[in-house]
């Protein structure tokens, strides 16, 4: 493996095998490259079954250096950017190097000249080895098994290998430089990362590297320029981000010449901080965010680019870097209205590109349509394939302007799917225009170092800054999570102290009677301040000021938030319950105020209100099936709560289904004719969203899970879509301990709302079977019966749920506060 740059960053990257023809057996050259395509093509898992055995089989015949190779491959699955498992890594790393070691020692012993591809091999490995040091922040031993590769480049006269581990070696130094706080270790370490870059370059102008120096040389620029960057020398820093700009520009390199200029744009931006002079303040931060939106818009453009969904995910994750820095930098201007269009720019790109490798049904679209998205994807194709060749500037700008006007029919044609899957710029003003009067939206961004929330009306444009780091936030979420999600264990703790308490009473307490003493315990209180310190941090006095005067508020979340139940905020200390004794405290919940919707991004508002005022006549309802596995509980209450919402329909107008009948084929044969789908059924959260699913019964065509990337390709034209399911709110994309790039997250909400209803209602937690169904009972006679709509019906269910006088455990957020509305409300 060799370190591909992608912003300066060393990573680790699936190659193809080189094939050595004196030692290496061409079959298994050809196996290993098929399980490459499967590590690069989304199936990590299926190529790591395919290294076990190339490397067992290889093994077997003698084959060392494919062995070394497959057990290399799997050391890079499981390195930081794939499994993420690192000590695993390390393990397959040693396996692969240990191989080659014992072969080189076997040669030697028997007095043999080992064949240089082995040399060449281990050159690799510890290249490999060395960067797992790195991610890990020991950059010492990284830089001694650097040396170590370097030296046997040397030996071996492997110009190639040497550019890129002296350039390795430079990246380990510049980070140990970057995350030191020993000042004079930095310098120390930021002047060595300057050397061996000038190294690096001093080998890849040689004249017999000519041909790759087109590459190479700009690269290195680049990573000279970044080091000048983080010396803060940000004159000598430009010079090279232009070196390099000029030379990927001459070879048509499109995607490094914008994230040079992404770098560029980032660096004036920080010069402008210490600038003195006003003058040339302003016109550094201007034309910081010029090239900074410069980057932006090519790399929208070469969206394409990466085929891979690995390679896509860690060069999104680079580059979501600059929408941050853009975002921040207009935010700190005072141009909302630019934050808004660059906050929407970014969740639409992360979305697409968590939907980039899933096959798009195109028979929902008329021919006309699918022509047109068939041409954009060949333009896109050919971008791709000119885009790094040499010479061919004037053709690929050629391409470019036809894609453009391709991209530009296809939004007049079909403007619904266009907005769903390419970036397009949004303004405020087009976003007003979907609003009442009595209206407003609350927009977040979170980013790894800027947080911020906008409020839009007809009349209102203002931002706020988010004073909190977005670990704190995503810490302080998780944990109210737990503190909310826990509460019924808490009750089963105390039926079991206060027992073993009793244990040699000879009249225990019966079940009446630890009930009563359960009503009477008081319970952890503490979720409320936290409520109350979110809401403070995230709404604040002035943006709570401004929306008090509008009726329903628009919510558009972002990474953690996602997982955040809005309604259950509490908006001050006076809202507080400071009681003495109460069972559970009863403060006032903004839900008590407000009627909230969340909406994945404002830019789908335009589309969603094309949905309102469908009809909900008739109802697909599906009540416990008999689940794929035996592992799943039987929802006896959600069968009764499918029984009830069947009442409001006539007998022709619906489709009831239970148990062994609610087959997932069923389901997806009928889905698309009904205006309401009630799913009372377990639903599953998955880390991997698109694979988030609900849950029926299988057959010998289905499996019983309708997955959310099944979901994505279906035509829907519900009204509404009730995933009475366990966690179906969730999304992908942001969990403890990870924060993939962007946003917009993908679950199945998203999916219902992409394949066509007017709106969601799902759930951000494991539910309470019981309380689930009286929500749902009580919502349905609010909104079919007494024609309240969507938002107002869900509302005042959960509203008699909080309050129900005859459990009193509902009080709790844990009952009331996980439905959530997505999309129109009417």
């Not at 977005?470 to 703790?493: C, G, M, N, W």
């Not at 592992?631 to 289904?657: I, T, Y």
């Not at 969730?730 to 301990?737: D, F, H, N, R, T």
Request: aromatic fraction near 10%.
């Amino acid at each position: 493996m060799r370190v591909v740059l992608i912003f300066a960053a060393a990573i680790f990257i699936f190659t193809s095998s080189e094939l050595f023809s004196q030692v290496q057996d061409p079959a298994f050259v050809i196996k290993i490259n098929e399980a490459l395509e499967k590590a690069s093509g989304g199936n990590p898992k299926g190529a790591e079954f395919d290294f076990l055995k190339i490397a067992e089989e290889a093994k077997l015949s003698g084959d060392i250096i494919s062995a070394a190779q497959a057990f290399k491959q799997l050391g890079t699955l499981y390195s930081p950017q794939t499994f993420n498992i690192p000590d695993t890594s390390m393990m397959f790393y040693d396996r692969a190097l240990s191989l080659i070691d014992d072969e080189l020692a076997s040669l030697t012993g028997k007095g043999k000249t080992p064949d240089v591809s082995f040399l060449k091999e281990k050159a690799n490995i510890l290249n490999n080895i060395s960067i797992l040091y790195q991610y890990s922040k020991d950059y010492s031993t990284a830089i001694e098994k650097f040396t170590e590769a370097l030296e046997i480049d040397r030996e071996i006269n492997n110009p190639e290998g040497e550019i890129s581990t002296l350039s390795n070696i430079g990246r380990a130094y510049r980070d140990q430089g970057l995350y030191t706080d020993d000042p004079d270790e930095s310098e120390f370490s930021l002047s060595s990362s300057l050397l061996y870059f000038d190294l690096a370059l001093t080998v890849a102008k040689m004249p017999e590297l000519q041909k790759s120096a087109s590459i190479r040389v700009p690269e290195i620029y680049l990573n000279i320029a970044r080091t000048y960057d983080i010396r803060l020398n940000y004159d000598s820093a430009l010079i090279y981000y232009d070196k390099a700009a000029e030379i990927f520009g001459q070879s048509g390199n499109l995607r490094l010449e914008a994230i040079t200029t992404l770098n560029k744009g980032y660096t004036l931006t920080k010069y402008s901080d210490i600038e003195t002079d006003e003058r040339k303040k302003t016109q550094l931060l201007e034309s910081g965010i010029s090239l900074l939106k410069d980057g932006i818009e090519i790399i929208e453009k070469l969206r394409g680019e990466i085929e891979s969904d690995l390679l896509r995910s860690t060069f999104f994750d680079d580059k979501i870097l600059y929408y941050e820095i853009l975002i921040e930098r207009l935010f700190n201007a005072g141009m909302y209205q630019e934050v808004f269009e660059y906050i929407e720019r970014a969740k639409s790109r992360a979305f697409l590109d968590q939907l980039a490798s899933r096959e798009e049904n195109l028979s929902k679209y008329p021919k006309a349509v699918q022509d047109l998205i068939k041409k954009v994807k060949d333009l896109e194709d050919k971008i791709y394939e000119l885009r790094s060749g040499r010479d061919a500037e004037a053709e690929l700008a050629a391409v470019i302007k036809n894609y453009d006007e391709a991209v530009k029919q296809l939004a007049e044609a079909a403007p619904e799917y266009s907005a769903l899957t390419t970036v397009q710029p949004v303004r405020v003003e087009d976003i007003r225009k979907q609003l009442g009067d009595k209206e407003a939206i609350i927009e977040y961004y979170t980013g790894r170092l800027f947080n911020c929330v906008l409020f839009i009306s007809k009349k209102e444009l203002t931002g706020r800054f988010i004073d909190v780091t977005s670990y704190s936030l995503e810490d302080t979420i998780h944990a109210l999570r737990d503190q909310i999600t826990e509460f019924p264990q808490e009750k089963v703790t105390f039926i079991n102290l206060t027992l073993r308490k009793n244990k040699k009473n000879p009249n225990p307490p019966d079940s009446l009677q630890l009930e009563q003493m359960w009503a009477a315990e008081k319970t952890n209180s503490y979720f409320q301040w936290t409520l109350m310190q979110l809401f403070g941090v995230l709404v604040g006095k002035e943006i709570y000021t401004l929306s008090s005067e509008y009726e329903r508020l628009f919510i558009v979340p972002h990474g953690i938030l996602h997982h955040l139940p809005f309604a259950a905020l509490i908006p001050s200390p006076a809202h507080l319950d400071f009681s003495q004794g109460r069972h559970i405290v009863h403060p006032r919940y903004w839900i008590t105020e407000k009627a909230l919707v969340t909406i994945p991004s404002a830019s789908v508002l335009q589309f969603i209100r094309k949905r309102e005022g469908r009809e909900h006549n008739t109802a697909l309802i599906i009540g416990n099936p008999v689940y794929p596995v035996s592992s799943w509980n039987d929802l006896q209450f959600a069968e009764k709560e499918a029984e009830f919402v069947s009442q409001f329909f006539e007998a022709d107008e619906k489709l009831f289904l239970k148990k062994e009948q609610a087959t997932e084929t069923i389901v997806k044969e009928n889905i698309g004719r009904y205006d309401i789908i009630h799913l009372a059924t377990h639903g599953l959260f998955m880390q991997e969203a698109l694979e988030s699913r609900v849950l029926f019964s299988k057959t010998d065509k289905d499996d019983g899970y309708l997955k959310a990337k099944e979901i994505f390709d279906l035509s829907l034209k519900s009204s509404l879509v009730v995933l009475s399911a366990c966690e179906s709110g969730q999304v992908g994309g942001y969990v403890s301990g990870m924060a993939p790039a962007g946003d917009d997250l993908v679950g199945l909400t998203r999916a219902f709302l992409f394949a066509g209803s007017a709106s969601v209602i799902a759930t951000l937690w494991s539910v309470d079977d019981i309380a689930t169904g009286e929500v749902m009972k009580t919502f349905y006679k609010n909104f079919i019966k007494s024609g309240m709509n969507k938002s107002d019906a869900l509302r005042a269910a959960q509203l008699a749920v909080l309050d129900d006088p005859g459990h009193i455990d509902w009080q709790h957020p844990f009952y009331w506060a996980p439905f959530v509305l997505y999309g129109s409300y009417k």
